[in-house]
DNA sequence: CGTTAATCGAGACGGTACGTCAAGTCTTTTC
DNA sequence: GAAAAGACTTGACGTACCGTCTCGATTAACG
C-alpha cells in the first residue's frame, strides 16, 4: 500500500526535462534581469513551457529562486591544502567565486530578504542552502583536530555551537565584503581573514 | 557666492514635514507589509501625502527604502565598556537590536539584494548606511590602543585594509547569524563572537 | 484554406458576453458622465469586467464609444408613409429621436470632434455609423422616382454625388438643429424642413 | 456710484497683452495638439504666461476654446455678389474656409460636445459664435426681398423662425460636409448646394 | 513718495485617470 | 490527464494634468 508514484499516476505524465529547463531559465533571467524585473511569464517563455506548467511545480517565484540558486552552491567542496589556514583561504576564494556570478548575487540576497517575513521560505533556505554547506565547518574542523593544529573539543554540547558561530562568519564576511562593501575577495583578502579567524580560534582554544 | 538655496527658489517651497512623515510612513509600511508588498501609493496614503509628492523626492522604492532605514542605523553608537571586547560585545547587541526590528530586517536586505544590480544604489547605501557607522571600528580601535589592549598601526596603509576586514567580519557575522541563520544574536552568542574576534587580532597583531 | 477561425484557435476564447456588457455600459456611462468625465476604468467596473479586458478589444476611448454609439443609430429605418415629404419628415424624426438620447449626443459629437485630428477615426465613425445610413438616401430617393415624385437620374454618376449632398444637408441641419441651436426637433421643424428640402430637390429636378 | 471698473480698482492690473497672447497660444496648441491633447499647462508655457494667470481669467479649458475660436469666425461676413444664390455661395465657402483650419475644426466641435451637457457653455458658445453670424441670414435674406428675388414675410412671428431653418440647414450641411463625411467643401459643392436651398426657398415662397 | 493691494512668475501640493505590466487563475484545444 | 495557449481578474506601476496653494517679486493707483 503506497500513495501513488508519479510513474503509476494515470494521464500524461510530467515531462521530466521540463523543470531542469525551468531552472536554467531562471538563472538565465537573473542574469538578465535580476531578481526584481525577473517574471515568471518570462521564465517560462525562456524554458519553452507554458505559465501553468510553471505554477504545477513551484508555488512561487522566491521558491523558484531558492531551488534555481541552489544548484550553484552544490559545487561548494572542501579543499585539502594541507592546512586549517588554506583550507579556509581556499573555500573563501570558491565561495567568493560563486557570490560573483549575477544569478547568484541577486537571487541569494532577495529571497534571503523575503525570508524575513517568511518562515517556510527561510526553512527553505536552509535546508536546499545554507545548511548544506555547514558540514565544511564541520569537516574542516576535525580535518584540522586531526592535523594537531586544533585541540578535540572537550565539551560536545559546545561544538555545535562553535560550529554555527565559525559558519556565520566566514559566511557573513564573505558576503558582507562581496556584496555590501563591494570590494574584491581576492587572494589577499582571503589570506588576511583566514589568518584572523585562524588565529582567534587557536587562542581561543588555547586560553 | 552660493548656489541658490532653498529659500531664495521661486515657487512654493517643499513641505518640510513631507519628508520626516513619509520616511516615517515608509517604516510603518515595512513592519506591516515586508518589501516585497509594500507599494508606494500605499506609503503616500499612510504620509497623508499624494503619490506625486513622493515620486517628486525619491527616484523610486530602493531609494526610499535606503533613506528610511538609514536613519535607523544613526542610532549606533560607540559604548565605552572599559575593554576592547566589552566594546565589541555592546555593539554587536546594539546592531542585533536594531536589526531585530522588522523595518530594518526586510528593508536592508531588500535594498542590498537590489543592489547588486544597480551600483547608483549600492553608492547610496554604502553612503547612507554602511560608511558612517565604520568610523565605529577606527574609534574602537584607536580606544583600545590607547588603553595599550593592541600595538600601534605599523603601517598607515595597512590600518585602513585592516579597518575594513573587521568591519565586514563583525557586520557579516551579525547579519548572518540575525538572519540567515535565524538564531538569536543574544548575550551569550555577542560573548563568544567577541572573543573571538579579539583572540584573533591580538594574536595577529603580537604574531 | 481559412485563416485560424476563432473556435480552433488555441487557448481560451475570448468572451463572448463581454463585448456586450462593455458597450451597454460605455453608454450608461455616457449617458451618467458625459463624454469627458468617462474613463475606461469605470466602464471595465460597470461591465463587471477587468481593466485589460477592455484594452485587448478596443485601442482606446474613442473606438469603443464609435461602437457604442453606432449600436444607436442601427435603429433608423425608412418608413414608408406614402410620399416623399412624409419619408423625409419621419426619418428626420427618427434621427432627432436617437440625438435626444444624452449617450448619442455627447458620444456622436465628441467622436467626430476627435476624428478632426485622426483619419483612421474618422474611417471607423463613416463605417460603423455614417455610411450606414446613407442608404436611406438612396432608397428614399428611388421609392420616390417610383412613386413618380422625383424624375429618375439622368447620369448615373452625378447620382452619388445628389446623395451625398442630400445626406450632408438632411444629417446636417437635424444635428446643428438639435445640438448647436439646441432647439427641439419637433414635428413642426420636421415639416418645415422636409418641405424646405422637397421644394428644392424638386425644382432643382425640373429646371 | 458706479461698479469698482477695472481701471480704479486698486492694485496692479491684470496684463492687457496677456489676453491676447494666452487666445493666440490656445489656438496655437490646438493646431499642433488638437483639442483632447490641449492642456492648459502647455498653453500657459506657451503664452509666457503662468498657469495661475490663466486660470485667473477662465475657469477652464471649455470657456478658454470657446474664446480662442469665437475670434476666428468674427471674420465671417456676408459677401454682396448680387444674387441670393451667389450670396449663399459665397458664405458657404467662407465658412469652409474658416472650417479648414485645424484649430477651427477641433476646437468647435470639441466645445459643442462638452456644451451637450453643460448649459451655461452651450449659452457661451451661442453667444459668443453661433448668434453673431445669424444675422449673416437676416441680412442675406431681406437684401434677396430687396431685389426682388425673395417674397416679403407675410407673417413676423414666422420670419424668426424661417431664419433659424435656414442657418441650421447652411452650417449644419457645411459642417457635416466637412467635417463628417470630410470632402471638400469647394466651388462644385457650395454651387449644388446653393442651388438646392434657393429652389427650396423660392418654391416654399410661392407655393 | 511711500503704502497698499492685486497682479505676476514659479513651482509644490492633493487628486484622479492614464495605459502598461505582472501575478496567479481559468478555460479551451491538442497531445 | 498533462501540456501549450491565451483570456481572465486583480492590483500596482510611474506619468501626466488637473485645479489649488504658497511663495517672493512686481507694478500701478491711492493717500
Redesign the interface.
Known sequence: MQSRTAASRPGRPRSATADTAILAATRDALVEL???KLTLGDVATRAGVAKTTLYRRWPGKNELVVDAVAELFDELELPDRGSLAADIEGVVLQFATILAR?EA??GL??V??????DDAL?QR??ESI?DRQKCLVLEGRSRAQARGELPPEPDPSESA??A??I???I???????A?????PVDTD?AH??A??????????AT?
Open positions: 535580476g531578481w526584481s549575477p548575487r541577486s540576497m532577495a534571503v530578504a523575503e525570508s524575513t517575513r527561510r533556505i536552509r545554507v555551537r562553535t554555527d558561530l559558519f556565520d562568519v559566511a557573513g564576511a564573505v558576503v558582507h565584503r556584496l555590501v562593501s563591494a570590494e583578502w588576511s581573514f589568518g584572523l579567524l585562524l588565529n582567534g580560534l587557536t587562542a581561543s586560553a
